[in-house]
């Protein structure tokens, strides 16, 4: 029998949303730059949500010809802005390797009832055919699939001059990989990712490309205000100078601020993509080395380093049925949450059950390091109750 860890990470949060927040955050952190009880239309508002745009730019090293806006509901708000606003005059090639993307698969299907989509699927652990994507057609994809832990390996699949727009969900991507903005017309992500902000806000980023489909296309089918980037062609610019559709939570714009300002410090996109993959780097020497666990992607370059998705493949727990198989992992998850080891590391109810591990920046190695004796102490735990 393994003996009990003695040690335990100081910050057990590995989340895949919301992730844990910067390392050295407390809510003091927001007290004096936090604009409460003020409004959102004042000049010293807007001048935080223009910073926390001009930061997201420059963190993220995004072309000066894109436009960011700060756009309620999250990242699914910022993605269905952009759905329900720009898809229709193209075909569209919808790509879901997980359950995220599936999601935006029925609402092209379902809801927005598009007449030409073809759907690239994937099973957990796979990729869709990146290269059977149609030149003429609008390509939907998510950069990270959360909940498989399968990310795209680079955007060489997308031609550089095709026809079609691709729109990127990158919420679990960004500040983690390297993204290819000159390829992506739309991406969205929101904060409580790898920047550990706080959830309700979307990102929305677009290219001069999409910006001329805003112009030149007026869907037919009505959209409601949350969503709408302006009046018939007439795109409303203010969006992209912090002048947001409705009231954004100043503490959360706060929070978000803070954590550009430590990420800028860091060193931006490169240095919180780098962190992320040496954390990665930690639970895959580890799980390499194991008999029990193991990636649930079997391709290397398409593994994530962010959401990183982990299946049990001891010869007695595949012996389970599925339903066993979740008790297990329940088992497994609640032990290590009372002994405040590691918290929501239970993998996504509509995946495969097994565990996910956030690796993004926000992690800290050391607490990986003395999170992953507990994952051997509570398998050996649950398995010699159960056999
Ligand atoms: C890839 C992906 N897309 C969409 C979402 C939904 O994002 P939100 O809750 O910010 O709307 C998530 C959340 O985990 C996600 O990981």
Not at 98 to 106: D, N
Not at 182 to 207: C, N, P, R, Y
Request: with cysteine.
């Amino acid at each position: 029998m393994i003996d009990k860890p003695d040690q335990l990470p100081s910050r057990p949060n590995f989340s895949s949303g919301p992730c844990v927040k910067r390392p050295g955050w407390d809510i003091g952190c927001l007290g004096d730059s936090a604009f409460l009880g003020r409004s959102h239309r004042s000049a010293e508002c807007l001048k935080q949500l223009e910073l926390v745009i001009e930061l997201t730019k420059e963190t993220l090293a995004i072309p000066d010809d894109y436009l960011v806006a700060i756009v309620p509901g999250s990242n699914t708000g910022a993605f269905e802005t952009a759905l329900w606003s720009m898809l229709g005059p193209l075909p569209v090639d919808a790509l879901t390797w997980e359950s995220f993307g599936s999601g935006w698969v029925y609402d092209i299907e379902e809801q927005l009832a598009l007449k030409d989509v073809r759907v690239l699927s994937a099973r957990y652990g796979d990729i869709s055919n990146l290269s059977s994507v149609r030149e003429n057609s609008d390509i939907c994809f998510t950069w990270n699939g959360t909940t498989s832990g399968v990310r795209v390996p680079n955007a060489d699949w997308i031609s550089e001059n095709r026809i079609g727009m691709t729109f990127c969900d990158a919420t679990s991507a960004i500040f983690a990989q390297e993204l290819a903005w000159k390829k992506l017309d739309v991406t969205t992500f929101s904060w409580q990712k790898a920047m550990g902000g706080e959830g309700g806000h979307g990102v929305l980023i677009l290219s001069p490309k999409a910006i001329s489909r805003l112009r030149e296309f007026v869907p037919d089918r009505p959209i409601p205000k949350i969503f709408r980037l302006g009046k018939e062609k007439v795109i409303n610019f203010d969006l992209f100078q912090g002048k947001t559709i409705n009231t954004p939570s100043m503490l959360c714009v706060a929070d978000a601020l803070d954590s550009l300002l430590w990420i800028k410090k860091l060193g931006g996109w490169r240095a919180t993509c780098e962190k992320s993959s040496n954390n990665f780097r930690i639970v895959s020497d580890w799980y390499s080395q194991r008999k029990w666990i193991t990636n649930l992607v079997n391709r290397v370059d398409i593994q994530s380093n962010s959401s990183v998705c982990l299946q049990i493949v001891d010869r007695q727990f595949l012996e389970l049925s599925n339903s066993e198989k979740w008790k297990f992992i329940n088992e497994m998850t609640s032990i290590l949450e009372q002994q405040e080891a590691a918290f929501d590391i239970k993998s996504h109810r509509d995946a495969p059950p097994g565990l996910r591990i956030w690796c993004g920046p926000t992690v800290e190695k050391e607490d990986l390091r003395r999170l992953l004796p507990w994952l051997d102490w509570s398998f050996q735990y649950v398995k010699t109750k159960k056999f």
